[in-house]
């Protein structure tokens, strides 16, 4: 079946560039999205890409599309300690249009001053 | 818009007991969504809705059920609460099933006893 997986943690100092990597199983995919976190609050959805785009850039954010190897990845530019919180990457479901998502586990994003 | 509202914030049931989790969005979105998510699990799909009097099952819908009896509202009833539904529980809605951003609650934290 469909599934996402990410890795759980990510710790980088102020200033550097974060990385969160994602992988997914549905190659019929043709959203991917990214969503962020804060403590004690719901999801906010920071960015997306179409399936047939290998990049996307959004001010600091770069998001890269591997679609042989179902990679997914999230690149924050000049990190923040407002940037701390978890990263959930998400594929859209296959069946129909029902808006559908899978979610991975989510990144917790550590910035250090 | 006051967005996507849930209620309560923080409930403690004790086993066996039922309590129906509140949803109301007023962006006149169609689709709607209940997600639970468990910590280091990411969210899971519990049922959805794609609008008004239609509802289906999403990946973990025993225990639970729905109504969507209006477009603004999406409440998700728990009938007899179990340990394993100690959760936080997400209400998200979006305009349409393609490519439209899902905006998500700020959540209600239960926990059954």
């Known amino acids: 079946g469909e599934d996402v997986e990410q890795s759980l943690f990510l710790s980088v100092r102020e200033g550097d560039s974060s990385v969160i990597n994602c992988t997914y199983t549905d190659s019929s995919s043709t959203y991917l999205y990214w969503y962020k976190q804060e403590p004690g609050a719901g999801l906010q959805l920071l960015t997306y890409?179409?399936?047939?785009?290998d990049m996307k850039q959004d001010q600091r954010l770069t998001v890269l599309l591997n679609k042989k190897d179902k990679h997914l990845s999230l690149r924050i530019a000049d990190t923040q300690t407002g940037d701390s919180a978890i990263y959930f990457c998400?594929?859209?479901?296959?069946?129909?249009?029902?808006?559908?998502?899978?979610f991975g586990q989510g990144t917790t994003l550590q910035v250090k001053p | 818009n006051a967005g996507v509202t849930q209620t309560p914030k923080f409930r403690i049931l004790k086993i066996g007991q039922s309590m129906t989790l509140q949803c109301t969005q007023d962006?006149?979105?169609?689709?709607m969504y209940w997600y639970r998510q468990d910590p280091g699990m990411g969210l899971k799909l519990i049922y959805y809705?794609?609008?008004?009097?239609?509802?289906d099952k999403g990946e973990v819908p025993n225990g639970y059920n729905v109504s969507r009896s209006t477009t603004e509202d999406f409440p998700l009833r728990l009938e007899l609460a179990a340990p394993s539904q100690t959760s936080v529980y997400f209400c998200?809605?979006?305009?349409?099933?393609?490519?439209?951003?899902?905006?998500f609650g700020p959540g209600t934290r239960l926990t059954v006893l």
């Open positions: 962006m006149n979105h169609n689709y």
């Open positions: 890409i179409f399936s047939n785009m």
């Open positions: 809705s794609v609008g008004a009097g239609i509802t």
């Open positions: 998400a594929e859209s479901m296959r069946s129909g249009n029902t808006g559908k998502l899978i």
């Open positions: 998200a809605s979006s305009y349409s099933g393609t490519n439209n951003e899902q905006f």
